[in-house]
Each structure stands twice: as C-alpha cells, then as structure tokens.
C-alpha cells in the first residue's frame, strides 16, 4: 500500500453485509477496524507474506473440513492457495506451503482471495437496463433476447460485427473453448488482455528465438549472478516473485540493477537505481550495448554459433555514444558505464521486464533491444539467464498460448488456409462448413475470406464502432460488443470508448462484477449484465508466466444464480445451433461442458508449443505432490512424478504417454531433448541473403544430428532413414494429413515429434536467433518518440512512423506527433500498479480486506513541479490530457517521480471526469472504492506490429481542483 487513508471508505447503499452499516458514513480507519470486528493485527496480516486467513461460519456445524487446492486468481505467479471447505461453505485459507512458487507466501491480494470468491458486490443474478434501470431477468430471458440481436445483427451486417472479447481469466479450457466458440460463429473479431500487456513480448520474443514467452523461470532466478530489471514492479505487481530475486540477491550476492522513470518499492531493493526517461528504452540498452561492444564484453563465440544478424546492430549500436543517450534518456555515460561492466562481470544475468517496456508505440522494438542484449552477453539457454517476462493476470500466459487472439488460432499457428486444416481435423469439423461460417467480403473488385484475416484488436475495438465503415477493412461497423471478462477502465480513450458503448446496438458484460462497464455509458436499453462465476467455482488447468500448468481444484458451488464461463458459451451455441458440432468429442453433464475432456481436445490440437503432454492426470498428479519439486529447478526428485519439471512447463512434446517432463529452461543446450534441453527454434528459414541461419557446429546433448537443421517433416525422417522408428498407426495417421509433406506441427500422431526426441534432437529445428527481423517495420530496434512528447528537439531525429492501416483499422503516427501539444501539456504522464489492486480493480476494489487499504486515487507529483504549479499534498488536483479529458484525484507530493514526470495507477474506476457514478451500479453491487481512472486521460497511440496500447509516456498537465 502507498498510504492507508482515514477519510473515509466506501458511500452509498449495502445490502446484507458487515459493511451496510457503514457505508452511508464517513469512517476513519480505527472506526473501520473495530465495526469491522477485526483487529488491526489481523488486518495487518493479510499485507505480510505469508498467514492464515479465516472469515466465515459454515452453514452447518459439525460438518468434515475438506481441503482443495486452487490457485491465485491475481497475479501470473501462480500461488497456490488451500482453501478449507466445511458443508460447501468456503471457511478459511492458507497458502500453499508446498507450492514450489509461493513456498507458502501470499501477498495481500492472496490473502484475501476467499472474499473474492464469496463476496456480496458481485453480480448475482442476470440483468438487462429498461429505461436507464437495471432490471432483473432470468436466464433464460437473456441468451433468447441477446442471441435474437446477435442473429440479427449477422444477418444485417454479418459475423464479424458482433465482437467476442474473452478474458486471461478463463482457464485454459476456457480459453480454448471460447477461440473455438468465435471460429464457430464465424469471426476473428475475438481478443482478451494480451493485447494490451504483453503483445508486443510476444511478437518480438517469439520473431528473436521461437517462442514468444518467459524463457526461464520465477525459480530459476535463484541461479542468476546478476538481474537486470527494466520497466517492471514486482514488489507491488508480482509481490511474492520478490521471493526469489531476494534469494538470488542474499544467496549469489547477485547485483539487483532496476531501470525505471519512478523510483518504485523493486528500485528500494536495488544495487543500482536507473532513472530514465519515460520511452527511451531502446535507447538506454543500445546506451549499454555501446559500453559492451566498445569493452570486447561480448560473447563472441556464442554469437558466432547461435545468433544472426549481430553485426547489424553494431551498426546502429555506434550511434548511440555516451553523449547521445544521455541526451535522450537522461542517464549519464559514467552509470551505463558501470551497468555493461556489472553485466559483464556477473554472468549468467537474466533480464526482466513488464509493461512498462511493452506498452508503447515501439513497444516491439523494446522488447526485441531486451532480447538483443542477452544474445550479446551470451545469457541465452542458461540457468540463471534468460528472458523472464513478467505477465500480469493469472492466465493471460495461457489464454494467449491457448488462442483468444485476433489474429491466430490455439497455439499460435496462425489465421493461413492450412491452420484452419488443422484444427478442422483436431474437431472433426467439415472445413468447408467451417469457411461457411464467414464472411467473405467483395472490396475493390476483390474477394476477401474474412477467414483469413486478422480480427480487430481489442485496443482498438471503439473504432471498430466509430470509424467510417469505408475505412475499415471489413465488411461493417462492431455494433455488438461482448466484454467477458475484462475491465474497460484498463484501456485508453475512455470518453470515446463511452461515446462507443453508446453507439452500439447491443452491450454484453459476462463476469463476476458489473465492473465499469456497467456505468461509463448512459444508455437506455440493449445493454446485460450475465453473472460468471470465479475461478474458485469451476476447475480446470491454468499456466503460469513461466509456462508451468496448475490443475485448480473446484473449491464451492456456484454462488448466487451465476454460471461457469464454459456453461455460458454452451448456452450460446445451444442458442446458435451449433452445440453438437462444437461439442462432438466433448462430453456435457447438464449444461456444462466436461472440462477434463476440453483439455484432451487442445492436447491433440497444439503441436507447435508442446501443449500436447500435460494431461489432466498428469497435472493433477504434480498438484497432489507439490512437495516432490525441487524449489530451483523444479525437478520431482522421486516419488510418482520423479523426473517431470513442475507443472511440465511447455514444451511437454508428444503425447502424455510419452511422459516428457517439460522444459523448465528454454534453448538450453545443455541437456537432452527428452530430458528438458532444447535449441533455438528453426522458424525462419535457413538461409537470407546466402547467409546460414541453422546453429553453426552446435546442437543440443546427445542429438544425432551434429549440427544446424531445420524443423522436421516426414520427408525429413525419410532422408535420414528414422521414418522406420514411426508405428504402423503413426504412419496412418501422417498419410492422412498430407503425406511426406506432413511436418512436426500438424501430425496429429505425435509420431514425428516422438522420433525426432528418440535420437534426441528437437522438433522445430536447431536454428539461430535473429538479432533483426526483417519482417517488421524496425527490422533492427530503433528508437523513436512517442507520439505525444515534450522533446521536441528529438523529433526530427528519431520520428515516428507514417499513418497506415493495419489490423483492418486506420492507424496514426505522424499525423498526431508533428503537433506540439508540450506547451499546455508539459508533464510526462506514466501509470502502473498497486499492491492493494489488480488491473482494472472491480474484484480488488470490492473486496473491503483490500479496500480499506487505498481508498483514494491519487498522482504523484515531484515536489518542484508540484511548487512550480502551486500543488498540495493530499489536495484534490485536475489532470487533463491533451485529446480534451480530464479527471479529478488527490496528490501525492512524491520524489519517486523525477521532475517533468508523474504517475498514477490504473486499478481505478467508476468516477467520469469529476462525477461519481455510484448510483448507476445495480444495487448492491457496487465496489466499495471508486476513483477516476487514469485511462480517462491517457491518449491515442498504439505498436505498428501488435496495437498494444501507449500508456506508459503521454503528456498533461495538471492544476488545484
């Protein structure tokens, strides 16, 4: 927490809790705590690492107490929680002491995970607005009356007019089925979280190696000598990670460098504190890259074997003098000096970041420059190094891998006619009724399968509603929008996304809370709120960031008249006709889908990531023996998983009857395939420009191949005379796929991945990573301003892009930052996390444990600008942005930001430029504390590959409210 206030919690109507009492009335914290029956030693316990967290009476004495293990539903850590179970009652919790990731940790949000299951500001039953009033309905009533708008709306305007925006808090059953649910429907139009988190790591991560995720792990960092941390807080945004940094820190005396605009509570652990100025990442590394080339402190001989392209960015890397990066990050030469010499000193290193080097314009070329300096330091397929990518929500990892995207199908293989091939065999699906199902769209004299065209990304799905439809690169405007699982207030633009919900025929919000959705708009009608359930109500796997699944075990009931998101979706295409289709190899008890047979389905389906080993035997037998794991390298050490990686980290190649253990370090040579080790990933080719680009001399232990080579085919077991080792019924299996040209991605046997491991050599290829990547807009990182800067002088140096259309939206660059909007806008405006919440806030916000902690919005202020614009601390301030918003919050008068610099966080909603929207909420449901969200102010400006959004340095000012 930043600061436990006493002015007051929560205002308005309560219906049924300890807090009806209260909230008509301003409270001080002491009074809170006693009316509350909790003592401030117990409310203390739930922000301390680890405890014991008990708050309700079951509704019957005397009944068995039953443990279930689930896991957290916040962070992407992974933590595990035990929850107590007494007469279906949810009666207490504690960490999970086995657990090889918390090692029976919880931070605050952790502990009191129990309330957000149980909790009374949750939706309880479904509902549609009548008149501007939130009216109850049943069921019933609302997948006829939303399915009739939907079916109307596709045949007026056709599929790709209705918009399926999904949610990292699915399960990955879940997730699976909802990607599989929008291909049913007949659209692209689908999306969730990722794209505004991590979209821009996982495009520029997977086009450098392979793979577009955490290369090592939360664990593994126990072995790293150094840790380079830029653009992340995990002492407030992944608090029990610190864990296991502290461990490396105390343990290896492994210098902690944190680079970040703010000083936040991770830089208050740090060695050495970099202060940088807000979007000149790019910059800072190649600042870096600079002192390592110039030193000789690269890896040479690493490089010369397993990377392309290195001499490219020498080029660019010699521009970036001491002098000239100074001038654009703000970091003296002498400081970078001495990071490249810790870095260099102090190997394996790893690096980490998060989304304050993802959410930006060039947010890919951040990603990739983070990439390129671990290749030069030789870091790369190391215990202890890698690239360990923080995500954010407890399964946007595996809601990405399992496809809720726009522009690709469960396990990234993409929108091409021979993906759709694919996953029409793994669903037994006719394909051409599958292409049936979309549009295809006549522009230009041309047609256009919508089937194979990247959706609209959730980023910018307000313009799918707003833009002209002759500008949009589909055959209509969005005019159905369903937000399942996802905080609005988390995106930019808010008053046209306000304007965009008005637009809209039809407005469907599925999740636990109402959220912000719920009250931005002012609309009349067309606008349901469907009751889901939480995590906690429902079972299923669940991965990690460092790619590890978890089995949740189902801790209660349903609550209230709400239904599990796989339920939901059955009743959806019960309603459109397709459920004995979508469902054929699904088993359905009542009305809910078997969750253990949707996870068999993906297995048999997602061959390019190894998501085809990790059964639901398999992962409930690591659940049940948590304690086998060694808490480093999470290798069972005996017992009945003896020999697996915890929770097989993907790649698990084959089938689960092959029992790989996973792959807890990726590209790491060092082992065998079938023992975890692995190469670079031969995605890219093999040869530009009469240059090699397989491995040079290298290869992974024990591999029969002595050197660099391609991915696998049938052809290719055939020319090196393995095609013998394939079972009768494996080669079957190939000859009905397409023959010879059948490759380790699209066997559906598992037979060439299972042959290629047996003489231990890597399915996709042993390849070299690429320093450039030819195919994007920057081939090698660059540094460019943001959109909306206050550097003036750097404009011309270092531009934009040009405007273009792409992802089938209009897209502004140049247009935007040739205006000069510094003048009435002279602050840089950055924004992130909180410990007390988690993203958009609706669940965290209406949990009074977490509640009571932060109870005010706020923006921290240097105390020079703040004296410079006659700013008190803890006075209410106005903060406008220059695209014409404004928002009211309190100021923190703070040196965590430098001067020209502020923050706020982005947990926050359900104020609307100074108004308080409380009584919109349908009774009841309202979370405890609302506030303005900095998002409201936060402007235009997205990634010219993935459409990540800019939030991280836009301008504003501000002044006394």
Excluded at 817 to 846: A, C
Excluded at 872 to 890: F, L, M, T, Y
Aim: negative net charge; charged residues 25%; glycine residues 10%.
């Amino acid at each position: 927490m930043l600061r436990k206030k006493t002015n007051g919690v929560a205002k308005g109507p309560r219906a049924g809790s300890l807090l009806s009492s209260l909230a008509a009335k301003t409270m001080d914290r002491r009074g809170f705590l006693a009316a509350s029956g909790v003592t401030v030693g117990g409310l203390a316990a739930l922000s301390l690492t680890s405890g014991r967290v008990e708050a309700a009476t079951p509704s019957t004495e005397g009944g068995k107490i039953v443990r279930k293990k689930s896991v957290c539903t916040h962070c992407s850590v992974g933590c595990t929680v035990e929850a107590e179970v007494q007469n279906g009652t949810w009666i207490g919790q504690e960490p999970g002491w086995d657990s090889p990731f918390n090692l029976g940790a919880h931070c605050a949000k952790g502990a009191s995970v129990r309330e957000h299951a149980h909790g009374e500001r949750r939706l309880k039953y479904p509902m549609k607005m009548v008149g501007g009033q939130w009216q109850k309905i049943s069921w019933d009533e609302a997948i006829n009356e939303i399915g009739d708008k939907m079916l109307q709306i596709r045949e007026e305007s056709g599929p790709d007019s209705v918009y399926w925006l999904g949610s990292a808090k699915f399960n990955n059953e879940q997730s699976y089925l909802f990607r599989k649910f929008a291909a049913y429907w007949g659209t692209n139009n689908v999306d969730h979280q990722a794209r505004i988190c991590h979209s821009t790591t996982v495009a520029g991560v997977a086009n450098t190696w392979g793979y577009g995720a955490m290369t090592n792990s939360y664990n593994d960092i126990h072995n790293s000598k150094a840790i380079f941390l830029i653009g992340g807080n995990p002492a407030e945004a992944h608090p029990v990670s610190l864990l296991h940094l502290l461990k490396a820190k105390e343990e290896n005396n492994a210098p902690l460098i944190v680079c970040d605009p703010r000083f936040t509570r991770t830089a208050a652990h740090a060695d050495e504190y970099v202060r940088f100025r807000p979007g000149s990442d790019v910059a800072l590394v190649w600042g870096l890259l600079w002192h390592i080339f110039e030193n000789s402190w690269e890896d040479k001989e690493f490089i010369r074997t397993r990377v392309y392209g290195m001499d490219d960015i020498r080029q660019e890397v010699k521009k970036w003098n001491p002098e000239e990066v100074e001038r654009v990050t703000g970091v003296p030469g002498a400081q970078l000096e001495r990071v490249a010499r810790t870095l260099a000193n102090n190997r394996p290193g790893t690096v980490i970041w998060c989304m304050g080097g993802t959410q930006h314009t060039n947010g890919n070329n951040n990603t990739r420059a983070y990439c390129v300096l671990q290749l030069a330091l030789g870091n790369m397929g190391a215990a202890g190094g890698g690239t360990n990518i923080f995500r954010g929500h407890d399964n946007v990892q595996g809601a990405t891998d399992l496809g809720v995207l726009a522009d690709t199908l469960p396990g990234y293989y993409g929108l091409a006619a021979g993906s759709w091939a694919h996953w029409a065999r793994v669903w037994e699906e006719d394909l051409d009724w599958l292409k049936g199902r979309f549009a295809v769209w006549d522009k230009d004299g041309k047609s256009r399968a919508m089937m194979n065209e990247k959706g609209i990304p959730v980023s910018r799905w307000i313009d799918g509603v707003l833009e002209a439809k002759e500008n949009l690169e589909q055959p209509d405007n969005t005019r159905a929008m369903v937000l399942w699982g996802h905080a609005p207030n988390s995106q930019t633009r808010m008053l046209e996304m306000k304007e965009a919900m008005e637009k809209l025929d039809l407005l469907v919000v599925v999740d636990p809370f109402p959220t912000v959705s719920a009250v931005l708009h002012d609309r009349k009608d067309g606008a349901y709120l469907l009751p889901a359930t939480t995590q906690f109500e429902t079972s299923g796997s669940v991965t990690a960031s460092n790619r590890s699944l978890q089995w949740r075990e189902k801790v209660v009931e349903p609550l209230f008249d709400s239904k599990v998101d796989h339920e939901i979706m059955k009743l959806f295409a019960d309603k459109f006709g397709f459920t004995d289709r979508m469902f054929r190899n699904i088993a359905i008890e009542g009305n809910e889908p078997v969750v253990e047979d949707i996870t068999r389905e993906f297995n048999r389906g997602m061959w390019t990531i190894g998501y085809t080993g990790q059964s639901p035997e398999r992962l409930k037998k690591h659940m049940a023996n948590q304690h086998h794991f060694d808490k480093t390298t999470l290798r069972a050490v005996g017992g009945p998983c003896d020999g697996d990686i915890y929770g097989l980290p993907w790649p698990s190649w084959g089938t689960p009857e092959m029992n790989h253990p996973g792959t807890h370090v990726l590209y790491d040579m060092s082992l065998p395939v079938s023992k975890g080790g692995l190469t670079f990933r031969a995605r890219f080719g093999v040869e530009r420009n009469g240059e090699n680009l397989l491995a040079d001399g290298v290869y992974s232990k024990n591999s029969e191949i002595k050197d660099g080579y391609p991915e696998f085919t049938m052809q290719m077991l055939m020319d090196l005379g393995w095609d013998g080792d394939l079972t009768a019924e494996e080669r079957a299996s190939i000859d009905a796929v397409a023959g010879p040209e059948t490759n380790w991605k699209t066997d559906l046997s598992g037979g060439i991945q299972r042959v290629a491991i047996k003489h231990e050599c890597a399915p996709f290829g042993n390849a070299k990573a690429r320093a450039i990547v030819w195919n994007f807009p920057d081939p090698v990182p660059l540094h460019r301003e943001p959109l909306y800067t206050n550097r003036r002088d750097l404009v011309e140096d270092y531009p934009t892009y040009e405007d273009k259309t792409f992802w089938r939206v209009p897209t502004l660059y140049e247009s935007i930052q040739k205006k000069d909007f510094s003048k009435d806008f002279p602050i840089i405006l950055t924004s992130g996390r909180l410990v007390e919440y988690e993203g958009g806030g609706d669940e965290t916000r209406s949990n009074p444990w977490l509640a009571e902690l932060q109870q005010d919005m706020f923006i921290e202020v240097n105390p020079r600008d703040a004296n410079n614009m006659n700013i008190r601390d803890g006075k209410d301030v106005w903060v406008s942005g220059p695209e014409g918003a404004r928002i009211k919050v309190k100021a923190m008068v703070t040196e965590r930001v430098g001067e020209g610099v502020a923050f706020m966080p982005f947990h926050f909603g359900g104020h609307l430029e100074g108004k308080d929207l409380r009584d919109k909420y349908p009774k009841g449901s309202d979370p405890y504390v609302l506030g303005e969200s900095t998002n409201t102010v936060q402007t235009y400006g997205y990634d010219s590959v993935t459409q990540m959004q800019e939030t991280k340095c836009t301008l504003c000012s501000i002044m006394p409210a």
